[in-house]
């Protein structure tokens, strides 16, 4: 048998003020969008603003249906958006906020598996990392420079 140790970096920043100016922006139209989220099965709302390399952003938000799974999330929202406007811009950067409406969230909220591995999907495709930012409502934001920090095993097409 053999043993293997995975560690993971994040940096934290305790509040907006803190983030650089480019992605305190990116973090505020995430925020903004989060309130246009069609949550009223789950009461959780996610916003999502992606900073791309032709200077664009794309925002998303989470549809739920009725039909659960029918819904999508946000960060696929915003990150099916990107691919299907700008196939050949590579995402940069991407700011997530998650608010619910039955409690006040103050800790970081990640994207979902299924959100993890379309960000996958993106960054193996482009080649390059895509840096990522999550909070709560409220509080610290953690800032990971990969999506491998949060999917060390990450499935691709090399295994299909």
Known sequence: MKEITITTQFKVFESIEELPNDIQD???QAVEVRKNAYAPYSKFRVGVAIFLDNGKIVIGSNQENAA????????????????????EAKILKMA??????????????????????????????????????FMGEIGAIYKSESLKNLLPFMFDKKFL
Not at 115 to 132: G, H, L, M
């Open 26 to 28: 990116l973090m505020t």
């Open 96 to 133: 997530i906020t998650a608010a619910s409406d039955t409690n006040q969230t103050t800790a970081p909220i990640p994207p979902c598996g299924s959100c993890r591995q379309s960000i996958a999907e993106y960054e193996i495709k482009q080649e390059t990392p895509i840096e990522i930012y």
């Open 68 to 87: 659960y799974p029918s819904g999508l999330c946000a960060e696929r929202v915003a990150i099916f958006y990107a691919g299907a406007v700008y196939p």
